[in-house]
């Protein structure tokens, strides 16, 4: 225990300019669910901060947790203790400032709706001028590229195309974060590249904060500008690192790099030995 | 055609595992026409020369049945049995997917009312007729009444059920993108349980038909089921065979007509379903 809140308290002053409230903000965050002896710990004591536009990837082993924590910091669901701000606000229901982008494009997306509505379904509300939404609808559109496609049913697409759709949705929305669940865990190696691509353009275009949750240690030194490793359950930061290799990206000639290679050999080293405390017999906290 | 090719479909679903290899879709249609065709040939020939007083040679039949219903009738029997029956059949359906919505969305309402529903889900909807009748007397409203009354459980519980499964990541993206009440109700609520209403309010469908026919088997003068019954017990055969008949296109028709325009609504459901098949 004592060694987890000494990784959190470092955690804590990493990689953030002083003075200047991040963006989002996760502070002693704990969930569990059930109380008494049938409490099953899912979170604990988690700290980790977002800056303005930056591009913060959290991996860790599949059942870590992370759906849970992406939930909890978008309001889906409330936190047992410590908490999540945004802007410093605390967040206790989904913020008008974020947008999710779901793992499963395929239950996230409405069967019922063309592409162009389901874009436009959160924009209604917004009380928008007509040019206006329609603007955004477009531009969203041609962002993710399927401005071909606004009338076509999204089960008439790709899984790609879907997530794509699902991206444009959260784009339209005009988030300044944009939370990511696992968005291209259900595409294949060749989608999943441009996807990845896609996301750094976005948050070149929109300029926007962008947290992508993720089991995959490649993708994550390849969006992040850092990336918190969440190495065991119940889920507590294991280590965050500075992703220093140069923007522009490109999916050859940055994963050929030798700090590429050594990061993501030490991200792997931290997730085994997270696994192997989870799963060995606990010992004594010294 | 199209409850065929849908429930065809079905099948194909069912068997799409087994190593069974399709038939073609001419084949199926051909089947399809084909089966009634011999049926109705065998009951022609075979009840010939029937004189048997309860079996009429089908030839009688046929020509009892044009003149009753060819248009004698169709006015002052065939349309009133009909208007009630839409009529009845447009109140419960309303009716049933408005209260599904209401107990479906409210959580402690559904409690509450589960075991009342349950009830009369329980009593088959012929056995209200002579209730109503008891209570409310002969008049056509009681008639309308007891078919919208019959046919609002089935809808009404499969708007429940639809709005139950109603995917729980569909409710988080509402909540995500704060979507207000009216439009996760009107937007992804009730288009995501539409298929489910529909399979709904086609057995409402059904089940106004039984009771409209019931319904006019008490105490009524004119309809389909009254002219029906009386030929039964003025043991005019033929006309009681012909009235079966016309019962029987009648529902084949109503059916048929339901699901093409449940295909055409749902036209993104059935579309993206057979996509899913496909894969």
């Known amino acids: ?286 | 055609m199209a409850a065929s090719t849908s429930d065809t479909a079905v099948l194909a679903k069912r068997g799409r595992n087994r190593r069974k290899p399709r038939v073609g879709r001419p084949w199926l249609i051909t089947i399809e026409v084909l089966v009634p065709v011999i049926l109705v040939a065998t009951w022609w020939t075979a009840s010939a020369d029937s004189a048997n007083p309860f079996f009429p040679p089908l030839s009688t039949i046929v020509e009892r049945f044009q003149q009753l219903w060819l248009f004698a009738h169709f006015a002052s029997d065939v349309l009133p049995s009909l208007g009630n029956l839409l009529a009845g059949f447009a109140i419960g359906g309303v009716v049933g997917i408005a209260l599904g919505v209401v107990l479906g969305i409210g959580k402690v309402l559904s409690g509450l009312f589960a075991p009342v529903i349950n009830f009369w889900r329980a009593i088959p909807p012929v056995a209200l007729v002579p209730i109503f009748v008891a209570l409310l007397g002969f008049g056509n409203e009681v008639r309308i009444l007891t078919i919208a009354l019959a046919s609002v459980f089935p809808t009404l519980i499969s708007t429940l059920d639809g709005l139950r499964a109603l995917d729980p990541q569909l409710r988080d993206v509402c909540r995500m993108y704060g979507l207000t009440r009216r439009e996760r109700l009107l937007n992804v609520y009730l288009p995501a349980a539409s298929p489910r209403i529909a399979s709904g309010l086609q057995v409402s469908l059904q089940t106004a038909f039984v009771v409209m026919i019931a319904s006019e088997m008490l105490g009524s003068s004119y309809g389909i089921g009254a002219l029906t019954l009386l030929a039964q017990q003025t043991f005019a055969t033929s006309d009681m065979w012909a009235g079966i008949i016309l019962l029987g296109v009648l529902g084949y028709v109503l059916n048929l007509l339901f699901n093409v325009i449940r295909d055409r609504v749902l036209q993104w459901y059935v579309r993206s379903q057979k996509i899913g098949k496909e894969m």
């Not at chain 1, 924590?69 to 669901?77: A, N």
């Not at chain 1, 992040?224 to 490793?229: A, E, I, K, P």
Request: aromatic residues 6%.
């Open chain 1, 1 to 286: 225990m004592g060694s987890q809140m000494d990784s959190a308290r470092d955690a804590f002053g990493d990689g953030q300019p002083a003075g200047e409230i991040p963006r989002l903000s996760v502070r002693s965050l704990s969930k569990s669910y059930g109380t008494g002896d049938g409490a099953v710990t899912i979170i604990e004591n988690l700290t980790f901060d977002v800056a303005r536009g930056e591009i913060v990837c959290v991996v860790g082993p599949s059942g870590v947790g992370k759906t849970t924590l992406l939930k909890c910091l978008s309001g889906l669901q409330s936190v047992t203790s410590g908490e999540a701000l945004i802007d410093g606000r605390r967040i206790d229901g989904p913020p008008r400032e974020m947008a999710l982008v779901f793992q499963e494009y395929n239950r996230s997306l409405m069967p019922w709706l063309t592409v162009r509505k389901n874009v436009r379904l959160p924009l209604r509300h917004l009380g928008l001028e007509k040019i206006d939404e329609d603007f955004r609808i477009e531009q969203a559109l041609t962002a993710v590229g399927l401005d071909q496609a606004v009338n076509k049913y999204a089960w008439q697409l790709s899984g790609g195309m879907q997530q794509r759709v699902a991206i444009a949705r959260a784009l339209a929305y005009q988030p300044e974060v944009l939370v990511m669940d696992e968005p291209f865990a259900s595409v294949d190696a060749q989608t999943r590249f441009e996807l990845e691509d896609l996301t750094l353009r976005i948050r070149e275009q929109f300029n926007m904060t962008i947290v992508v949750v993720t089991h995959d240690i490649d993708e994550a030194v390849y969006l992040s500008n850092r990336v918190v490793v969440l190495g065991h359950r119940p889920a507590a930061v294991t280590k965050i690192l500075d992703i220093d290799i140069p923007s522009p990206r490109n999916q050859i000639t940055t994963r050929a790099r030798a700090d590429f290679a050594e990061l993501r050999t030490e991200i792997l080293s931290l997730i085994q030995a997270g696994k192997a405390a989870t799963t060995s017999i606990p010992t004594q906290p010294s």
